[in-house]
């Protein structure tokens, strides 16, 4: 039998006459003010214009009231297609403890409802662009399928969290809210295409897809896996501990993603992309993240949890602070900030690309890693670590100035760059600062260092390094170096093989063992021995202006041997403070040859304590090449 369409032509109530999925009733409205009462059966409201009552608007339509079988209106089907503003759509909640209705009051269960709203409705003075606004989706269809298409802006629409929602919002400033905050409502599907700004969407813990807008929204969800593509600038994102894919749209964006639910086994891994400047992201769970902010443009800043974070970032002046996990941080611009605040009792691994431009800084803390720059020139980064951490870290800058700073674990450090200043601890350490003007400090008196290798080629650099006693370093320098070491077995050679630099460099040797050399080739060398040091030091012979000095104990005594290679007429030996093995001072030359022996090897000149200095091969001393200070 066919359907009979009802008119309403303004300010007119109805009821519907079929009470299941079995009938259907059919409204054309036009006008404004009608309101229909669906009484559980199936429904098609269409709306038109026809004079003299214009365009319908400000309609009513109650959904799912089974007022002759005491039900949920089920399995229905519903097409609703308006024109005007200020529609009202709505149904009650679903209150039943299962699958089966319980009749309470207004209700939907599993049927299929279809609204659009298409904003031919007439426009007013207040409003001459706008049309199709102000309208109200209210439903409640248990494991239904809702399909909503608006238009204009100030719409709302509530449904509810256990159902297939997709709604099309109008033109902005909407409010769309689907489930209710930890729903538990876990698989549901919701999709929410958004436009315009200002628009507002809340969800439970179901699946969301979020996309759309031109800026100022504000998507605030739960635990679901959810994908969330927004448009303009100002955007706000929350979610909860499901796996999310979120793109927060340009500058001044805010993405917060929380704590894992109860609910969801494991770690979430989600994906976050921003860009322009100014963005926020604040992770307050331990999830896996991955941002991409390749399009940043500057000033992010990005807080993560202990999860294993992926972090690409344009532009600069961003901060980025990393939690307990594995941590891998891309930059391209300038004057960035990494912060690592992994604890000591279980610090890290990070790898940290600063990138090729100035002033970045990494600050490890605890933990340990690699950090790599690209830069040259005057381009500087700063890489520093706790002092008491133990982890290793790997420091390439290439020719950047480096400023690095690391605790005791064993290093290795590359910076070439000129005046750059390198500090670690007390393990094994592998340290090159070739540019001119740098500073190496290895270890301290109070915790000496391990096995230790430094090359400094460049001019005027400091190498300083504090040694246990059976460490081995090895030092390679540059020319008006000075070296600075205490403890170890240690080996000094120049750069190229040529010697220990090429003029003017400065050795002091506290407490060297047995089997240290130190190869000078240049001019003008001062090397200083002292606190028993024990070396081989190997002269130029033809180089002129070098001075060595062996220095006393406090009691004038020496227990060092110091063999001494190639010693010319142009060089000096300065005996401070010594005496020799006669207990006589030896402050003058006949002092000097009272203690000394010849031999097939050399000349031996012994000193009190049991010391010696050995002078190989055949030697004949000046008379101005004995110094006693």
């Known amino acids: 039998m066919a359907t009979t369409i009802r008119t309403l032509t303004g300010g007119q109530y109805a009821a519907g006459a079929a009470f299941s999925n079995t009938g259907t009733d059919q409204f054309q409205l036009y006008g404004a003010g009608n309101s229909i009462e669906e009484d559980g059966g199936n429904l098609i409201v269409v709306g038109g214009t026809l004079s003299p009552y214009g365009y319908d608007t400000a309609t009513t339509i109650g ?65 001459p662009n706008l049309s199709g606004l102000n309208n109200v989706v209210d439903l409640d269809d248990h494991l239904g399928t809702v399909t909503v298409s608006l ?124 860009a322009g400047s100014s963005d926020t992201l604040q992770v307050n769970s331990p999830a896996n993240v991955t941002v991409d902010g390749a399009s940043v443009t500057g000033e ?131 340290v090159t600062a070739n540019g001119n003007g740098s500073s190496i400090t290895l270890a301290s008196s109070g915790t000496p260092g391990g096995d230790e290798t430094v090359v400094t080629g460049g001019t005027g650099s400091t190498a300083t390094l504090y040694s246990n006693l059976a460490s081995h370093d090895s030092i390679t320098i540059g020319s008006i170096d000075t070296v600075n070491v205490t403890g170890g077995i240690v080996s000094i050679m120049g750069t190229g093989g040529n010697g220990a630099g090429d003029a003017k460099d400065t050795f002091n040797l506290y407490d060297i063992q047995s089997g240290s050399t130190v190869d000078v080739f240049g001019n003008s060398d001062m090397i200083f021995l002292a606190d028993n040091s024990s070396a081989h030091v190997v002269l130029g012979g033809s180089q002129t202006g070098d001075t060595t000095t062996v220095q006393a104990n406090a009691d004038r005594s020496y227990a060092g041997t110091v063999e001494i290679s190639n010693f010319g007429s142009g060089q000096t030996i300065d005996l401070q403070g010594l005496n020799g093995a006669n207990a006589a001072p030896l402050d003058n030359t006949a002092a000097v040859y009272a203690n000394a022996a010849a031999g097939p090897g050399g000349t031996t000149i012994n000193l009190a304590g049991g010391g010696k200095i050995i002078f190989d091969g055949p030697v004949s001393f000046g008379p101005h090449q004995f110094v006693f200070s």
Request: glycine share 18%; proline share 2%; no cysteine.
């Open 300 to 430: 992010a800043g990005l807080t993560l949890g202990d999860g294993n974070n992926l972090v690409t970032l344009g532009g600069s002046a961003n901060s980025v602070m990393l939690g307990d996990g594995t941590n891998t941080v891309n930059l391209s611009g300038a004057d960035n900030i990494v912060t690592v605040t992994d604890s000591a009792a279980a610090p890290g691994t990070d790898a940290v690309n600063v990138g090729a431009k100035s002033g970045n800084s990494v600050l490890l803390h605890a933990a340990g890693g690699t950090v790599i720059g690209s830069g040259s020139g005057k381009v500087s980064t700063t890489v520093l670590q706790d002092t008491a951490a133990t982890t290793a870290v790997t420091v390439s800058l290439g020719n950047e100035v480096g400023t690095v700073g690391l605790g005791s674990g064993n290093d290795t450090v590359t910076a070439d760059g000129a005046a750059s200043a390198i500090t670690a601890g007390s393990g094994n350490d592998d």
């Open 151 to 274: 238009s204009g802006s100030a719409n709302l629409v509530q449904l509810n969290g256990d159902a297939t929602n997709s709604v099309a919002a109008g033109s902005g400033t909407d409010t769309v809210s689907i489930g209710t905050a930890d729903d538990a409502l876990f698989g549901f599907k919701s999709t929410v295409s958004l436009a315009g700004s200002g628009n507002l969407v809340t969800g439970g813990d179901e699946n969301f897809t979020v996309i759309g807008g031109v800026g100022n929204a504000s998507v605030m969800l739960g635990s679901g896996n959810d994908t969330v593509s927004l448009g303009g600038t100002a955007n706000l994102v929350t979610a909860g501990g499901g796996t999310d894919v979120i793109n927060a749209g340009g500058s001044g964006a805010t993405v917060i993603l929380s704590a894992s639910d109860a609910n969801i086994p494991g770690l979430a891994n989600d994906t976050v992309t921003i």
């Open 63 to 127: 959904l799912g009231n089974s007022s002759a079988t005491g039900t949920a209106a089920s399995k229905t089907k519903i097409t609703i297609t308006l024109d005007g503003s200020g529609n009202t759509i709505y149904s009650a909640p679903y209150t039943a403890s299962s699958d089966t209705p319980d009749g309470a009051g207004f209700s939907l269960d599993k049927s299929t409802v279809s609204i659009t709203v298409t904003g031919k409705g007439p426009q007013t003075s207040a409003n």
